[in-house]
Nanobody, 122 residues
Framework: QVQLVESGGGLVQAGVSLRLSCAAS????????MGWFRQAPGKDRECVAA????????YATDSGKGRFAISRDNAKNTAFLQMNSLQPEDTAVYYC???????????????WGQGTQVTVSS
């Protein structure tokens, strides 16, 4: 079992950067793939980035490519999402998730945090 708690969200103006953190507790954080997802009102939850257990492989989906970067610190059981040049369309609840398959599909992730709200004003 892995418990995940996100932090770092808030209300920001367009153009600024924000870093989200995901603190994990429980067993074997280092063995899990970590993903960041987001869900805007009225829209499906979508993946923005994922990272393998070693941190060697990462990817960002179209939603985050070029502006978002995922990283992790296994010694601290923490994953991060660096978001740059935020835009109003980035407004959403951001979730971190843990699983065993390097994927952008929600179904591949077994554990989820409660989410943190990011609101970007124009």
């Amino acid at each position: 079992q892995v418990q995940l708690v996100e932090s770092g969200g808030g209300l920001v103006q367009a153009g600024v950067s924000l870093r989200l953190s995901c603190a994990a507790s429980g067993r074997s954080f280092g063995n899990h793939v970590m993903g960041w997802f987001r869900q805007a009102p009225g829209k499906d939850r979508e993946c923005v980035a994922a990272i393998t257990w070693s941190g060697v492989s990462t990817y960002a989906t179209d939603s985050g490519k070029g502006r978002f970067a995922i990283s992790r610190d296994n010694a601290k059981n923490t994953a991060f999402l660096q978001m740059n040049s935020l835009q109003p369309e980035d407004t959403a609840v951001y979730y971190c998730a843990a699983g065993h398959t390097f994927s952008g599909s929600l179904e591949r992730y077994n554990y989820w945090g409660q989410g943190t709200q990011v609101t970007v004003s124009s």
